[in-house]
């Protein structure tokens, strides 16, 4: 696998297009983010290893730069000094210095401008990853409302609305007819309360009257 193969092959948008289609798109959704981020290790390690190739040419080109300085001063000091030979050697390593100065500098130039390069395309690895974790989160409230949506359905199909209301119906029915016989054996025992009383009361009642009896026949004479 080369390195920012996904970033190549699948553009975000066509990446969701199959997330939707997907079975169990967060499941899918949770793939692609491992592969991504297994790739983004991989791009890490190439974009510092490039960077590691620019400074080095860097180095290289600043170090063959100063000495093309510092031998074109030499030069001038042994001409001065009417010391032919040593100014001779001075310009020649000038030039030599001169020769690789210009290949580092293009290889610095051509390994700056990869690691740009590798730079932009990690960052925007980076982001498409920032991207699919918030696109999981909201995968994650679709998938669960649309469970919670499916048993509500499942739910509302096995309850049957009408037979409920029978049902209930019956019960108040069967309540009233409870009710009504409570009431009825209130009565009766109501009546059978009265009659006891009415029993007493005439005993009481006869009573009085003899002891009246008494009374007056006591007080006929």
């Known amino acids: 696998m080369s390195i920012f193969k996904r970033l190549r092959d699948l553009t975000m948008s066509n990446l969701y297009s199959l997330i939707e289609k997907a079975e169990d798109p967060i499941k899918m959704t949770d793939q692609y983010l491992r592969d991504m981020q297994e790739d983004l290790g991989e791009a890490e390690k190439a974009v510092a290893a490039q960077i590691a ?26 001409a001065q000094a009417k010391n032919i030979d040593l100014a001779r050697r001075a310009l020649e390593e000038k030039k030599a210095a001169e020769q690789k100065m210009v290949e580092y500098k293009e290889g610095y130039e051509k390994n700056k401008l990869a690691a740009d390069g590798l730079r932009d395309k990690l960052t925007e690895m980076k982001k498409q990853i920032t991207e699919l974790k918030n696109k999981r989160e909201t995968l994650v409230a679709r998938v669960n409302a649309a469970k919670a949506q499916k048993t509500i359905n499942q739910a509302m199909a096995g309850f049957d609305g009408n037979s409920a209301m029978a049902g209930l119906k019956r019960m108040e029915e069967k309540a009233l007819q ?27 009642d006869q009573q009085v009257e003899d002891e009246l009896a008494a009374l007056m026949k006591k007080y006929e004479g």
């Open 178 to 204: 409870m009710e009504a016989e409570a009431e009825a054996s209130g009565e009766v025992y109501k009546k059978e309360s009265s009659l006891d009383d009415e029993i007493a009361k005439l005993s009481k």
């Open 53 to 78: 190739l620019e400074k080095k040419f860097k180095v290289l080109y600043e170090e063959q730069e100063a000495l093309v300085k510092k031998r074109e001063e030499q030069a001038h000091v042994a």
